[in-house]
């Protein structure tokens, strides 16, 4: 996959013309065949109400397999996936939101997955956007992907966001943006498209089984070179929609500041952390992708 976009050019824009029919054309006759194995990955809890609806989103042939994991639903989740064709992992027991996820990427590794995009099955985000954001880590632009639910203050108010998450929201994105050096719209995002390297590079396995994992699991990533990116996302708040409460919420937000100030003392050698020992070496993941895009 290539490690950045049009390293190359495809031709010298002083010397040379492009024929405005190859843009033109038939989409079937210049479009070349996808490349990448894409595995969308689903960790689900009781979600028997809004499963099909999450799945008819999802433009035809946008991936090539649907993984769903279980994590002990009390409904009718899993027989549900198994009638409409899914791939199903089912936990006997609830392992937390973070556990669900860590058997998911497990999974989409083991099925060969070249790129994995993680969304809730919950209706909340529009799922129709899966082909762009792939697209982009295609490109080699980005190496994650988010898609960010806050285009504007009023689109989020009136998506049904809760003005006091959307106020933790702002507040927590700035300070790990800051601290991070990144400039993501939505740090918090349930919709995630990952390049494989990602996922066997860092220990996400050593993150937390709760919700704070997607924060463990960000720091991670950036700790480990990788390009973040994000694209904005519709999203619907409804009573289905799983969305933790204001307690929940508030430990998250805590847990979150603590993530990001111990990555800090890690990194100025003060508190040593195994969650930063990657399991391989991201400069090998570049050098490695930059090689696979000179012989393709």
């Given at each position: 996959m290539p490690a950045?976009?049009?390293?190359?050019?495809?031709?010298?824009?002083?010397?040379?013309?492009?024929?405005?029919?190859?843009?033109?054309?038939?989409?079937?006759?210049?479009?070349?065949?996808?490349?990448?194995?894409?595995?969308?990955?689903?960790?689900?809890?009781?979600?028997e109400k809004t499963l099909a609806a999450t799945l008819a989103d999802i433009p035809p042939g946008a991936v090539d397999e649907l993984i769903l994991v279980d994590d002990g639903s009390k409904d009718r989740t899993v027989e549900l996936a198994r009638e409409m064709g899914l791939t199903v992992i089912v936990h006997p027991q609830n392992r937390g939101y973070g556990g669900n996820q860590k058997t998911c990427y497990a999974t989409a590794l083991e099925k060969g997955a070249d790129i994995v995009v993680m969304i809730?099955?919950?209706?909340?985000?529009?799922?129709?956007v899966i082909p762009h954001a792939v697209g982009i880590i295609e490109l080699g632009i980005c190496d994650v992907v988010l898609g960010s639910r806050i285009r504007s203050r009023h689109e989020a108010i009136d998506s049904g966001m809760p003005w006091w998450k959307y106020i933790a929201n702002r507040a927590l994105t700035?300070?790990?943006n800051f601290a991070l050096g990144q400039n993501l719209g939505d740090f918090h995002s349930g919709f995630r498209v990952y390049r494989r390297e990602v996922l066997e590079t860092i220990a996400y396995e050593r993150n937390s089984d709760d919700f704070v994992f997607d924060t463990q699991f960000l720091v991670q990533t950036v700790d480990a070179g990788f390009r973040l990116g994000d694209i904005p996302v519709p999203v619907r708040?409804?009573?289905?929609?799983?969305?933790i409460n204001f307690r929940r919420s508030l430990k998250y937000?805590?847990?979150t500041m603590t993530t990001v100030g111990r990555y800090w003392l890690h990194r100025l050698r003060?508190?040593?952390?195994?969650?930063?020992?990657?399991?391989?070496?991201?400069?090998?993941?570049?050098?490695?992708a930059a090689e696979t895009s000179a012989h393709s």
């Open positions: 950045t976009l049009l390293k190359t050019p495809p031709l010298n824009p002083i010397h040379e013309s492009f024929p405005v029919e190859r843009i033109l054309g038939t989409p079937q006759a210049t479009l070349p065949a996808r490349q990448h194995k894409i595995i969308a990955v689903l960790p689900a809890y009781n979600a809730h099955p919950d209706y909340q985000y529009d799922s129709r700035a300070f790990e708040y409804f009573k289905e929609a799983s969305s937000g805590i847990t003060l508190w040593r952390s195994a969650r930063y020992q990657h399991k391989r070496n991201p400069k090998s993941n570049r050098a490695s």
